[in-house]
């Protein structure tokens, strides 16, 4: 079963940084696909940062191009999600996700595997 754990979240002002790391343990498939994404009060879950199995081909939602960096070390089972130049519309909890697959994943409900959640606040 697999498990995983965000951590990293915060409050912040406009412009700050932050980084989220999941940790993943107990999978034992290969090869599988990792996301990030973010639910703001009474919003669907939104679609932020995915990234491939080993070759580590990103994608990124449009609201986060250019600002926010997913990247993996499969040594250490840990994904990453730098977030640089926040906005207060990026106030949201921001989840990880893991499900069995080869290519960038980026629908919510394609994903079988998430973590419980960890919350950022950007104040203006």
């Known amino acids: 079963q697999e498990q995983l754990v965000e951590s990293g979240g915060g409050s912040v002002q406009a412009g700050d940084s932050l980084r989220l790391s999941c940790a993943a343990s107990g999978h034992t498939f290969r090869p599988y696909a990792m996301g990030w994404f973010r639910q703001a009060p009474g919003t669907e879950r939104q679609f932020v940062a995915a990234i491939t199995w080993i070759a580590g081909t990103p994608a990124y939602a449009d609201s986060v191009l250019g600002r926010f960096t997913i990247s993996r070390d499969d040594a250490k089972n840990t994904l990453t999600l730098q977030m640089n130049n926040l906005k207060p519309e990026d106030t949201a909890v921001y989840y990880c996700?893991?499900?069995?697959?080869?290519?960038?994943?980026?629908?919510?409900?394609?994903?079988?595997?998430w973590g419980q959640g960890t919350q950022v606040t950007v104040s203006s």
């Open positions: 996700a893991a499900v069995q697959a080869i290519v960038v994943v980026t629908e919510p409900n394609e994903y079988d595997y």
